[in-house]
């Protein structure tokens, strides 16, 4: 692989020897740069969207499952292809594959901007969720292709970095972009503004990164998709639709018809790891305790992440009548915190505490959103954001103890030869359950505010009068409050599910953990994502 041959392919083996002249060098930074500023935009692409909701619903007339599903589609596109994503760059090249992805992103993301209905915008966040599926997991995956061993430890504090930086200035961004409401757009730029970036990525891409594929790729798992697809489907469609439609029959039979698609998934998968050793789900890995303990946690948490997140901005902006700024300013304490927590989990408390500070975290979160409740009841509809920033801190502080060393702790009892398929399982369940976090919505705020608004529309309060818009205001912090009491659960099992965790997740068993014979290290996994 030299400057001069920017195309020839490598293999993950070959991997380790990168040139060390000056061009050589020049080209894979360059690369570096293109990969971390797509998941930086994948990452913004997130945060971005919740701060805008509210305009979304006001100024296109979205219903309230169909904002539920701009994001929830999203979510479990992303989650349905990640393997898939992951196992197509390894097949037909990693380059390849994520070209295709930034490509099909930039083109989901210009047909988000000019969606003339929520339909066409719900299909496109969609179509957007499934390109990113197929980019994300390329960029980790290039990175251990083009750069050796002694220096993944510098690229990959960058890409925390970038992590950190993107769940802060998303909302940011967001509220800046709806806020200004250039060429009166409303919230359009908040998707337009990809396009550039994109292209620039797909050109850039194309002529800096270099062609690598992996050495012995798994093959593709398409009906195992096709039915974690099918389940999700049965399960969040009745749930999101059903309040709308008066709880109707067939969403109970759908409801219950997804456990009977998990067990034909489970029997399916059982099948397909005996014939050719390439499940979308490695079964075996549920045997070790830590990993099935560890895959109910993220799952969960993804939940309550999935619930907070949409009923916050909600609560924040039609609720309180806040800006977006406002709202966006609003988070700002949280996302710094989440960030330094996060470091020194992993740098100086999980070495020495172990599991202990994953369960602190559980319990900080939640003593974080009960205090939020508390706040929220005791100052109601005048309540300010430095009010809020207490709350919100030891919210962010808590779930920083938690998101940086779950996965490690997650994986440290999985043999080596299963960590890319358990790496990629716990970011896929990860955005499974904030799917169903989004779906869930529906019934813990959404039935609450329909309960206490009667009649009144949820968007009526500010042309109906002062009068109404209190009534409106106080149903919305009824219904937060609600939501947030679910979320305070939710903490509570994750404690309890965390004992079955390694006490001291650092100390990985024998080869657990690592990268496969083949290099293939965790293509599918990325770090935890606020929002």
């Known amino acids: 692989m030299t400057s001069s041959e920017p195309q020839r392919e490598t293999s993950d083996r070959a991997s380790a020897p990168v040139p060390a002249s000056s ?82 992103f930039t083109v989901a993301s210009a047909l988000c901007g000019l969606a003339a209905n929520p339909e066409m915008l719900v299909a496109s966040r969609i179509l957007q969720g499934a390109m990113a599926a197929l980019m994300v997991p390329q960029v980790l995956s290039i990175v251990h292709a083009t750069f050796p061993a002694h220096e993944r430890g510098k690229v990959f504090g960058l890409f925390g970095a970038i992590v950190g930086l993107g769940a802060v200035s998303g909302p940011l961004l967001g509220a800046l972009l709806t806020e200004w409401n250039l060429f ?35 093959r593709l798992d398409l009906v195992g998709v096709a039915l974690v697809t099918l389940g999700l489907l049965m399960l969040l469609y009745p749930l999101t639709r059903g309040r709308e439609l008066g709880w109707p029959l067939w969403g109970y039979l759908s409801m219950a018809g997804s456990l009977v698609v998990l067990a034909v998934l489970v029997a399916y998968e059982r099948r397909k790891s005996l014939r050719d050793g390439s499940p ?57 915190a989440v960030s330094v927590a996060a470091g ?22 939640g003593v974080g959103v009960l205090l939020y409740l508390w706040e929220s009841e005791h100052y109601g509809l005048g309540i300010e954001p430095w009010q809020m920033a207490l709350p919100l801190v030891v919210m962010g502080v808590g779930m920083g103890l938690i998101v940086a060393p779950l996965t490690d702790a997650v994986l440290s009892e999985v043999p080596r030869e ?24 529906s019934v813990v705020f959404f ?37 947030l009491g679910w979320v305070a659960a939710v903490m509570g099992v994750i404690f309890l599910l965390m004992f079955a965790l390694p006490r001291k997740p650092a100390q990985h068993v024998e080869g657990a953990g690592e990268p496969e014979p083949d290099g293939r290290p965790e293509e599918t996994r990325e770090p935890a994502t606020v929002g």
Not at 291 to 316: D, E, N, P
Not at 344 to 365: D, E, H, I, N, Y
Request: hydrophobic share 55%; proline share 3%.
């Open 344 to 365: 020194l989990s992993v740098q100086k408390l999980v070495p020495r505490f172990g599991r202990k500070v994953l369960q602190a975290g559980a319990l900080v979160m």
């Open 184 to 218: 009166g757009l409303e919230w359009r730029p908040i998707f337009l503004i990809n396009l550039p970036v994109g292209i620039a990525g797909l050109i850039l891409g194309s002529r800096f990164i270099t062609e690598s594929r992996a050495s012995r790729a798994p």
């Open 23 to 104: 061009a050589a060098d020049k080209r894979r930074w360059f690369a570096l740069a293109i990969v971390m500023t797509a998941a930086f935009m994948d990452l913004v692409d997130v945060t971005i969207v919740n701060i805008a909701i509210p305009s979304i619903q006001q100024t296109a007339g979205a219903t309230e499952s169909q904002i539920q599903w701009i994001t929830a589609g999203y979510a479990l596109a992303f989650a349905a292809g990640l393997i898939t994503g992951g196992r197509l760059g390894d097949i037909h090249g990693r380059k390849k594959v994520f070209l295709v992805g930034i490509g099909g």
């Open 447 to 483: 039935g609450v505010l329909d309960d206490r608004l009667g009649g009144l529309s949820a968007g009526a309060g500010a042309e109906a009068g002062p009068g109404a818009e209190a009534v409106v205001g106080s149903a919305f912090a009824d219904a937060f409050q609600n939501a």
């Open 418 to 441: 299963h960590a890319g398929s358990a790496s990629g399982l716990i970011n896929t369940v990860q955005q499974m359950g904030n799917a169903l976090g989004l779906g869930l919505v």
């Open 280 to 336: 979308l789900i490695e079964l075996s890995l549920f045997r070790v305790k830590s990993f099935a303990a560890g895959i109910a946690v993220q799952t969960v948490f993804g939940v309550s992440l999935g619930i907070f997140f949409l009923v916050w901005t909600l609560y924040m902006q039609l609720g309180l009548g806040w800006s977006p700024l406002k709202a966006g300013l609003t988070g700002v304490p949280f996302s710094i």
